[in-house]
């Protein structure tokens, strides 16, 4: 075999070596806590919208202020350094940090359970196997093999998700798709206590290094919420703190429409921080839900039009706990209104802007 | 040279098999109402969280009714039920899965085996007359050619969904319990039995509010002492809000015996749902994803009566499918599902 035979043969090899060779998987790791906030649904105290005083508090809601538990990003796992939020995504409110993943990756949540009862993250659409699935239930698996399915006040569990094919885009989606994550330890007073946050999944190839997708300039998330407080894991301490309660309304839940709060991002009356983007940017949208009875959601922005599902339109449809991607491009700059179409929710507060820079 | 043309002939006639047109079927189904004494619940407890059953709301009648259902017997006798086998009792009280491929004809001999007139009739297939009333102990054939408009559109699968229903009177004839499936299977994609050859397992789930104020066996119920230990008489203000009942498939609070389905397999889940006010459901799976009109989800609207989601399961274990709507979940609204290797 000559020298030259042999070099070719070996640059074959070794071409077909790096093309089989599976692309990097990435882990993607995350230090999420649930924490205790005391949370303002309209921090500025006014319809920002309307440019007038809040309504008046209904005869048993306690104010604009509930105590919740929020999942929050950290640096690292010692959890003394909260990973600080862009000013461009203060919009985001108190929904949990933006997971973001690949086809292929491998996502890691070191969850530490900051609240005062246990809690989980509980994910959707990602592979979890029953040790992550963070969701109680009689599933033949002893709970002994399960500790991420209700983590004690104080304690850390690392939940890991695959994300295989059937976690990204189908083939009417575009080139990322929207999952979330939940606390499902109590399911339906968890989500009306607060730990929640968005998934996005980007195709494989159409990714750039942090996740994101490489056609799209602008991500933003909308979450679209119904809170039930007195549904909320707190609202017996809620009503009890004089702070928090200081008409010392007595109240005892659940469903209390007085004490049901129409949001986005936990934000009522236009008082979330505006979103911004730029003329012409491939803006993709988030929106999710979550899962009260009146979570059913017709979210209408002005100003633009989106495409979603491969239809145009500028209003789209949640129902509880939906996912759905809109895409846009800006084409129309200024201050825009996006707000629930269901007449309840817009007069209950189900109202923000965002804005369209030149 | 003998060879060649035998090799040649087989080919012919190969090519002629694969090339002949789906023979236009008859399909046979021979459906009654009856009237059956069911039980929600008859676990009697929830084996979800292995907890007792909650208690009796105020005015509950309790788990157990009497309703009416469609069954499939084995002909024209109506002397014996078709076996259920065991993999499909979960289907509880979803009427018998009809399939049928586009050019085919559907022939049910229904008897109504009940106390009130109904029919059978399927919704939304385009050439079929409303019909009109069988008499209690009555026997009728109905036949619903199934056209091409009637068969998968250009962005759905090889086969959609519709109910059938009995429609002489709709709200109250849903709330008795008759409901069921029907599967049209676009023209060369089905099996002889109709399925879709690209799907290895069909999986229906009906999602219903069952309003027990507005069943027509009311009264009956109200007078059974069985069925009503506690001596309601159907006039308390809370009574019709206690007596919805929310169930999969027949089934409150888990109840449901666990499908299980294999890795790997292609699974088609078809919905259903009833349309009483407080229908409209969320359907969510636990474990898998699935795809719906082209989109990777875990959950679907059920807000029309009938929806498809296919579903490759890759992660084996038992699984939660629960409409993901508060007051529905926190009422019992959940089953589970198995995936095995």
């Known amino acids: 075999m000559s ?15 790096a093309s089989v060779q599976p692309s990097q998987a990435t882990v993607r790791t995350y230090y999420i806590a649930a924490d205790e906030v005391v949370w303002n649904f309209a921090p500025s105290g006014r319809d920002l919208i ?4 809040l309504p008046p508090l209904l005869p048993l809601q306690l104010g604009w202020q509930y105590r919740k538990a929020i999942y929050r990003e950290y640096t690292d796992a010692t959890f003394t350094h909260l990973k600080p939020r862009a000013a461009s ?4 409110g108190l929904i949990g940090p933006v997971i973001h993943a690949v086809v292929g990756d491998t996502v890691v949540v070191v969850f530490k359970n900051n609240a005062r009862f246990p809690l989980t993250v509980h994910a959707h659409g990602l592979f979890y196997t029953k040790s992550s699935e963070g969701a109680p239930y009689l599933d033949g698996i002893p709970a002994s093999y399960k500790p991420g399915d209700g983590v004690p006040p104080g304690k850390t569990f ?10 990204g885009p189908g083939p009417g989606d575009g080139s990322s798709v929207l999952w979330m994550y939940h606390s499902h330890a109590d399911e339906v007073r968890d989500v009306n206590t607060g730990p929640i946050g968005p998934i996005v999944v980007t195709a494989k190839g159409m990714a750039r290094p942090d996740g994101t997708p490489k056609d799209v300039d602008r991500e933003v998330f909308a979450m679209f919420a119904e809170y039930d407080e007195s549904s909320s894991r707190y609202f017996a301490s809620n009503v009890a703190d004089p702070r928090l309660n200081p008409r010392h309304v007595k109240a005892a839940g659940p469903f209390l429409f007085d004490d049901m709060l129409w949001t986005i991002n936990g934000f009522s009356y236009g008082n979330m921080p505006m979103p911004t983007m730029r003329l012409g940017q491939h803006v993709r949208w988030y929106v999710m839900s979550t899962m009260s009875d009146f979570d059913f959601h017709t979210p209408h922005w002005h100003g633009q039009t989106v495409v979603s599902n491969g239809m145009r339109t500028d209003l789209i449809q949640l129902s509880p706990m939906s996912m759905v991607v809109a895409d846009m491009t800006p084409d129309n700059p200024g201050t825009w209104l996006f707000h629930c179409h269901v007449n309840v929710h817009l007069a209950g507060g189900m109202e923000a802007r965002y804005q369209v820079l030149p | 040279m003998k060879s060649v043309a035998a090799i040649a002939f087989a080919a012919f006639a190969l090519a002629l098999g694969i090339c002949e047109p789906a023979v236009a079927r008859e399909r046979v189904h021979y ?15 929830n084996p979800i969280d292995g907890s007792k059953l909650p208690p009796l709301l105020p005015t509950q009648l309790g788990w157990t009714y009497r309703k009416a259902f469609y069954r499939e017997y084995t002909d024209a006798s109506f002397t014996r039920l078709a076996s259920i086998s065991p993999s499909d009792r979960y289907l509880g009280i979803v009427g ?60 759905d699968g090889s086969s959609v969904l519709f109910v059938y229903e009995s429609d002489v009177n709709q709200t109250a004839d849903e709330s008795l319990g008759l409901i069921g499936p029907l599967i ?7 099996r002889a039995d109709g399925s879709p050859i690209d799907v290895d397992r069909e999986m229906v789930a009906l999602f219903s509010v069952q309003d027990e104020f507005q069943d027509p066996f009311l009264s009956l119920n109200l007078a059974n002492p069985a069925i009503n230990p506690r001596h309601f008489t159907g006039h308390e203000k809370t009574f019709e809000n206690d007596n919805y009942i929310h169930t999969i498939n027949g089934f409150a609070w888990g109840n449901m015996p666990t499908p299980t389905i294999r890795m790997g397999e292609r699974v088609r889940w078809y919905m259903l749902s009833t349309s009483t006010p407080a229908d409209g459901h969320i359907p ?11 989109n990777r989800s875990d959950s679907i609207q059920l807000v029309t009566p009938h929806m498809i989601a296919d579903m490759v399961p890759d992660n084996p274990g038992v699984w939660l499918l629960v409409c993901t709507l508060n007051i529905h979940l926190m009422n019992g609204m959940e089953a589970r599902y198995k995936v095995v290797k």
């Open chain 1, 3 to 17: 020298l030259r035979f042999a070099s070719i043969l070996l640059f074959v090899v070794g071409i077909v070596f």
């Open chain 1, 50 to 53: 309307a440019q007038k005083p």
């Open chain 1, 89 to 92: 995504d203060a919009y985001l």
């Open chain 1, 158 to 167: 690392t939940y890991t998700w695959q994300v295989p094919t059937r976690a």
């Open chain 2, 31 to 45: 459906i009654a109402a009856d009237e059956v004494i069911w039980n929600y619940a008859p676990l009697r407890m």
């Open chain 2, 96 to 155: 018998p899965v009809i399939h049928a491929e586009v050019g085919d004809t559907v022939v049910v001999v229904f008897r109504n085996r009940t106390r009130l007139p109904l029919d059978i009739a399927p919704g939304g297939l385009r050439s079929i007359p409303k019909p009109s009333a069988v008499s209690p102990g009555a026997t009728r054939t109905f036949r619903w050619p199934i056209g091409d408009a009637d068969g998968p559109g250009g962005q």
């Open chain 2, 184 to 190: 049209v299977t676009r023209r060369g994609q089905a």
């Open chain 2, 284 to 294: 969510v799976w636990s474990g898998q994803t699935v795809l719906s009109q082209g």
